[in-house]
């Protein structure tokens, strides 16, 4: 089960998680520090470190903020060495709670092995049941567990463990590993999320974006390929493809919402996308206004883009307060029913007496897209028009991003004239699934070979469900061979 901290939030799709690795300084638990810092907004529940020395690790994890948690000076000292891994978590799978707050550290036979993941396996569960009843004891209720149980149950150097466990896995997984002497970095065979590497002076690292890279002054080396696991050890670096090759399907939200706009990703700029993104929603859904205003801060550059586009002006009409925290707040149900209003305010000045058009990235229940129309009428609007950089989300997503169920969907349950009525707007306008792929450089998608994963919008899904399917699956066949 999942739980949700902040009230205000609930509508929203939420961040999945970042992860971070670095190997060859002796300040690695502090680069890791910034690496999550600058990597906040892709979880906010919790964050952990794993560091060692060659000879120990070192663990700290605990729910909070990255700044809150690693911002005591006695918490750093404890973490010293030449290499380590981190983890901020936004919970998809297991319920929030420390016991779930990533990196996973374990001894094996081998040693000791800390792992932080980004994504969501689809056969978890299936999995899981089979190695409990194989005596296997569960310390969490996270899917990344599965892959630590799975290594325990392999045999040979990690690295052959790893490959092993990892070709019983389905789904969206990006991994760092720590071991004393090994740093790992590895992508699922689709690429679904994520990851990239970097160095600074001898120093490997990897993040899942490349602003991480950016704050502790370490050059990109490249995108880690999709079903890649690199290596990294006193020898060098080591790059092998170990899985089946398949078709890549990089997560397409994360240029429209979930990336900081500063991050280059696939090598594209989430900026540059999201401008672009604004640009065909402008061509593909004009209207005759007085003012384009984004809804902070994911709408912004698309909202540049729809204004440039159209020769609309565009103003913060809108202005958001940063300082709403996830969990200091326990609201009264006054306090509550301001919602909306706590981190967003109308700027009155640019929106009274005008034909506003609003730039959002989503709607997910619409809650969120009601309240918000309903302030800036409030604020002296005399049309509200709505525009949304990606197309309707009327799927859920299986693969980190936690979606809720289909049928709490706005776009599932309703048409987009019936969409509109119900956020109060006077028309409603989603950048198609075409032009969004022409924001990123394609000439349309292809509907044989996709480029990237858009299954949230298309409900075309390029990695099984397998745990939300009846059945054995083939996996689960191979893991009861492997073992026997
Ligand atoms: Fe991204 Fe949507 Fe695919 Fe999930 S379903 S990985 S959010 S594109």
Known sequence: MMLTTNPFDDDKLH???????????????????????????????????????????????????????????QVMETLEGIAAIGHNRYSTTGESGLRNVQPIYADFEFGGLALAHNGNLTNALQLRKELVHRGSIFQSTTDTEVIVH???????????????????????????????RKLIGVRDPRGVRPLVLGKLGDAYIFASESVALDIIGAEKVRDVEPGEMITIDENGINSQF???????????????????????????????????????????????????????????????????????????????NHYVGRTFIEPTDEIRHLGVKLKHNANRHYIEGKRVILVDDSIVRGTTSRKIVEMVREAGATEVHMRITSPPTAHSCYYGVDTPERQSLLAAQHNIKEMCKLIGADSLGFVSIDGLYRAMGEANRDKEHPQYCDACFTGDYPIENVDANSGDSAKLTLLREQVR
Request: net charge negative; with cysteine; proline share 5%.
């Open 242 to 320: 170990p899985f089946n090759r398949q078709e890549k399907r990089f997560c397409i939200f994360e240029y429209v919402y979930f990336a900081r706009p500063d991050s280059v990703l696939e090598n594209k700029s989430v900026y540059e996308a999201r401008k672009r993104i604004g640009e065909e929603l402008a061509r593909e859904n004009p209207v005759e206004a007085d003012v384009v205003v984004p809804i902070p801060d994911s709408g912004v550059p698309s909202a540049v883009g729809y204004a440039q586009e159209s020769g609309i002006p565009f103003e913060y009409g809108i202005i958001r």
């Open 15 to 73: 961040e999945e998680c970042a992860i971070f690795g670095i190997r060859g300084t002796k300040d690695a638990a502090a680069h890791t520090v910034l690496g999550l810092h600058a990597q906040q907004h892709r979880g906010q529940e919790a964050t952990g470190i794993v560091s060692t020395d060659g000879d120990e690790f070192k663990v700290h994890r605990a729910m909070g903020h990255v700044g809150d948690v690693f911002g005591k000076p």
């Open 150 to 180: 799975l290594l325990a149950t392999s045999r040979g150097p990690v690295t052959e463990r790893l490959i092993t466990a990892l070709r019983l896995v389905e789904g969206a997984y990006s991994l760092v590993l720590l071991t004393k």
